[in-house]
Nanobody, 124 residues
Framework: QTQLVESGGGLVQPGGSLRLSCTASGFSLDYYNIGWFRQAPGKEREGVSCISTSGISTDYADAVKDRFTISRDNAKNTIYLQMNSLKPEDTAVYYC?????????????????WGKGTLVTVSS
């Protein structure tokens, strides 16, 4: 069995920061591109960021470019999303995903593994 578990979501004021984590069990992240996606109420799920297997290549949606940073720690089997200068429009459920992630592009495939998500709310 394989699982991805997100954590770190919560309520934050506009302009604040939050760090999301995603830990994998049942498989190693070493061999896969990893992605972060989000879904706001009434909206389609969209790609936020991804990082390649090497950890060198990354990609970001235009809406979060220069504010969010993705990273990975293969030793801990964990990926992170550092979110700075948060805006109300960043409010969404954030999901981590692995396997069959196109990066660059932040596009998932039919065989992609998904976490259950963590809620991020940006409000004063």
């Amino acid at each position: 069995q394989t699982q991805l578990v997100e954590s770190g979501g919560g309520l934050v004021q506009p302009g604040g920061s939050l760090r999301l984590s995603c830990t994998a069990s049942g498989f190693s992240l070493d061999y896969y591109n990893i992605g972060w996606f989000r879904q706001a109420p009434g909206k389609e799920r969209e790609g936020v960021s991804c990082i390649s297997t090497s950890g060198i290549s990354t990609d970001y949606a235009d809406a979060v470019k220069d504010r969010f940073t993705i990273s990975r720690d293969n030793a801990k089997n964990t990926i992170y999303l550092q979110m700075n200068s948060l805006k109300p429009e960043d409010t969404a459920v954030y999901y981590c995903a692995a396997r069959f992630i196109r990066c660059p592009g932040v596009v998932a495939g039919t065989g992609t593994d998904w976490g259950k998500g963590t809620l991020v709310t940006v409000s004063s």
